[in-house]
């Protein structure tokens, strides 16, 4: 027995309209991490669903859908409501019976289900398996309207497995006077496709039109299965490899409904079904909207093979190619490397189609036209769905990068949604005046204030981030008094603590002891919550990523010439426009963060907790504190850089008995206990 599960559909949609990749954490896309400048040569990766939502011309509708069972139980209890009053049942007989009929419905299908949730349909004969009982509901099934009753009848024998019973009752139905039958006229004729289906595949589809036609006719669709049946013929035609029919339905319905992922796996299922066979459908390389289906999913998908086997056939078959088609097969081969190929569909495109458009920027670029290409793309923004047309911005960014358009740069990148690489040029290509007054000209920019950006956590609108990020630069560079402008209210409270506790802790007027106190409070803000208050939003400590993961920047590939390794042979004047100008490379030196490791912020704590140390007298509880705690701070990750911690803590606390187990372990003693994180140990 075979049977279409739900969990099935839903990987198979996912396939077709989000990024794959083959381990690890899905990263976005990014150019300037890794090297990856080059890789606007190449063509984006794109989703099969929103390339459908351009052909159809629809918008995705983000619409709950309800379980069908419910909705099908829901409707049955409305359609029988209004048919008993039409029959002129009293008020009080008609809610005894639709509260009789509801718990009927809900036992037939737990009965033949074993649940009341959605059951799934069975493609082939079933073994026949025990019928619901309708005796006990006989006296009750005779005062319901015949069409009810009838179409009852036929589900039960339908649950049952017996669906040459289930046809005769909704023939029988079928038959009756039209006005007799207004209600359960769609579902019995849609029921009858979904029988047939099992019983002789070939007579399956005459029913699913018919559904659509006492739709037509006035005929009450309440479950919408006049929709439905496109489906399900489509399923028909599908089965019998006449895929044109089939993709013609799926398609119908996919405009109708573009928020079901099953309505964009059904059409995956022909196109991947197409090159099974043993060539090519001629009649699918005739219909446009199939040559149009096809394309977009080949566009979307890596199966270089099917690339070259479609476009054979369409050059086989001598078709007439509008514009945009054109433009298609162009990307096509432009992916599988088909450059000279793609000039020749290019030139049937007529410089009419976007997508023909975008690779030719891509063959200038290949020849060195880098303004022309970067005049082309700026005309081609706002063309595609939002997330192609981020695709193309950033391209576009990346040039305006290395011709020294810093924030022009950083602004394409910022609506782009590509936020490491308008991260790094804000945090260390931008001086601080220029990022400032760029948020002040900004500062009520609708685009920048909606986008989010950030995808491990806590995503802010791109505005939010750009303050962030501004207060940490600023908080780095001890402009405290300015950075608390920009700091998110999340975060304030803390960077205030901190801003005082620093204040105090530097303030000459306070006896020693107390300035120590506060600099061990600086220090052990910044150690636990050094990423929040001066963290690098990318390298080297990559609060993008809440500093889970990291990365190669820039600063590895990109300022020391390492990028663009898999473009090694384009002309000079590309691989200048993808390279750091040498002004950009001492703008990102002077704006790195001190010192430039990994989790920086750990270093300032530890030497906070060293310049607390200084204005401690030996052999002081909280002068022990301050060198167990600031040598801590680093000594997993940087132990030469701690050990003169470990060196003082023995020398200058020997009468304590954390410098004695400090002395007779060599290092830092596990397990030290910080009896107040909050406040110093009292000197006793």
């Known amino acids: 027995m075979r049977r279409l599960y739900p969990a099935f559909i839903a990987g198979l949609i996912v396939l077709g309209i989000s990024r794959s990749y083959g381990c690890g954490p899905d990263f976005p896309v990014a150019y300037f991490i890794n090297g990856n400048e080059g890789q606007i040569l190449s063509v984006p990766r794109l989703r099969f669903y929103h390339l459908l939502l ?28 209004e048919a008993l009053d039409a029959a002129g049942w009293s008020a009080e007989k008609r809610d005894d019976a639709l509260q009789r009929y509801e718990s009927m419905r809900k036992a037939m299908k737990t009965y033949a289900d074993g649940s009341d949730q959605d059951s799934c349909f069975c493609f082939s004969p079933c073994e026949p398996k025990a019928r619901f009982d309708l005796a006990p509901h006989e006296a009750f099934l005779q005062e ?21 019973e289930a046809v005769e009752y909704w023939d029988e139905l079928l038959a009756l006077p039209p006005e007799q039958r207004r209600y359960r006229s769609t579902w019995a004729a849609f029921m009858l496709g979904k029988a047939w ?56 319905l996919f405009q109708a409904r573009p928020e079901q ?15 099974q066979e043993s060539s090519v459908d001629r009649m699918v390389v005739e219909d446009p909207l199939c040559r149009k289906i096809v394309a977009a ?49 290019l030139s049937l495109a007529e410089s009419q189609s976007p997508w023909g458009k975008w690779i030719q920027t891509k063959i200038w670029l290949r ?105 940490r630069r600023l908080a780095r560079q001890g402009e405290w008094e300015k950075a608390l402008k920009y700091y998110p209210e999340d975060i304030l409270k803390t960077a205030k603590d901190y801003s005082r506790f620093l204040r105090e802790g530097q303030n000459a007027k306070n006896s020693n002891r107390k300035r120590a106190e506060n600099l061990i409070a600086a220090a052990r803000r910044a150690r636990q919550q050094g990423m929040e208050l001066m963290g690098t939003e990318v390298e080297p400590d990559w609060t993008a990523y809440n500093g889970v993961f990291s990365q190669s920047g820039a600063m590895q590939f990109r300022i020391v010439d390492r990028h663009n390794i898999n473009f090694p042979h384009e002309p000079a004047e590309l691989t200048a426009v993808l390279s750091a100008r040498e002004d950009e490379k001492q703008r990102a030196a002077r704006h790195a963060p001190r010192p430039e490791e990994r989790f920086h912020y750990r270093y300032i704590a530890a030497d906070l907790m060293w310049q607390a140390a200084k204005r401690l007298p030996d052999n002081d509880p909280l002068l022990a504190q301050a060198l167990y705690e600031g040598g801590m701070c680093i000594a997993q990750r940087d132990p030469g850089a701690a050990d003169k911690f470990y060196k003082a803590l023995v020398r200058r606390c020997g009468r304590l008995p954390i410098g004695q187990e400090a002395d007779r372990r060599k290092w830092f003693p596990p397990g030290f206990e910080v009896t107040n994180p909050e406040k110093p140990v009292p000197n006793g």
């Open 54 to 81: 351009e052909l159809a011309g629809a918008e995705f509708q983000n619409t709950q859908i309800r379980p069908k069972w419910q909705t099908t139980l829901q409707m049955d209890l409305q359609d029988l409501r």
């Open 144 to 164: 319901l309207p015949l069409e009810f009753a009838l179409y009852l009848r036929g589900a039960a024998a339908y649950r049952g497995n017996d669906f040459e």
């Open 197 to 252: 289906i099992v019983l002789d595949v070939s007579r399956a589809g005459f029913y699913f039109e018919q559904t659509r036609a006492l739709a037509q006719e006035g005929f009450r669709d309440s479950l919408g299965l006049s929709q439905d049946s496109l489906g399900w013929e489509g399923m028909v035609f599908f089965r019998e490899k006449r895929y044109p029919e089939a993709m013609r339905r799926y398609f119908e």
């Open 261 to 275: 992922a099953e309505n964009v796996s059904s059409l995956m299922w022909c196109c991947s079904r197409i090159f």
């Open 297 to 345: 999913w080949i566009m979307a998908e890596d199966h270089p093979i099917k690339h070259q086997e479609w476009m054979d056939a369409v050059t086989a078959a001598g078709v007439t190619l509008d514009p945009d088609e054109a433009g298609a097969l162009a990307w096509i081969s432009y992916k599988v490397g088909g450059i000279e190929r793609a000039r020749k569909w």
């Open 367 to 471: 020849e060195g036209k880098i303004g022309e290409a970067m005049d082309l793309l700026r005309a081609l923004a706002d063309t595609f769905p939002s997330c192609e047309d981020a695709d193309l911005r950033a391209e576009l960014g990346v040039l305006k990068l290395g011709r020294r358009e810093y924030l022009e740069a950083m602004d394409t990148f910022a609506r782009s949604n590509c936020w490491e690489d308008a991260a790094y040029i804000a945090e260390r290509v931008l001086t601080v005046a220029e990022l400032e007054g760029y948020l002040q000209k900004h500062a009520k920019d609708a685009i920048l204030m909606n986008n989010r950006a950030g995808w491990w956590s806590n995503q802010r609108p791109v505005l939010e981030k750009l303050r962030y990020l501004l207060a």
